[in-house]
Nanobody, 114 residues
Framework: VQLVESGGGLVQAGGSLRLSCAAS????????IGWYRQAPGKQRELVAT???????NIADSVKGRFTISRDNAKNTVYLQMNSLKPEDTAVYYC?????????WGQGTQVTVSS
């Protein structure tokens, strides 16, 4: 399984970006799929994920600003990020947990300028 992220870039504070994660296989087969991020000098942290019951798990720091969605027909998961803040600057990774393995994308850089 390959996960390919896109949509990162440089944006001013208050702006928006939409990240995409395209999977080489069916995203419906994963137990969990979603987004993590890692800022310089910090640990990787959960941003937003879909669970096996199709509910969402969203970090408190992004609630009300970020929205996770999915298109099973396109095998793609999205992260709509609004009202971006400088502290959202990080490399954003797509993650998928299958029955036997944990998959990661290569990451996409998001930089928010103040």
């Amino acid at each position: 399984v390959q996960l390919v992220e896109s949509g990162g870039g440089l944006v001013q504070a208050g702006g928006s970006l939409r990240l995409s994660c395209a999977a080489s296989g069916s995203i419906a087969s994963f137990n969990v799929i979603g987004w993590y991020r890692q800022a310089p000098g910090k640990q990787r942290e959960l941003v937003a994920t879909f669970t096996s019951s199709d509910s969402t798990n969203i970090a408190d720091s992004v609630k009300g600003r970020f929205t996770i969605s999915r298109d099973n027909a396109k095998n793609t998961v999205y992260l709509q990020m609004n009202s971006l803040k400088p502290e959202d600057t990080a490399v954003y990774y797509c993650n998928a947990v299958g029955r036997w393995a944990n998959y990661w994308g290569q990451g996409t850089q998001v930089t928010v300028s103040s």
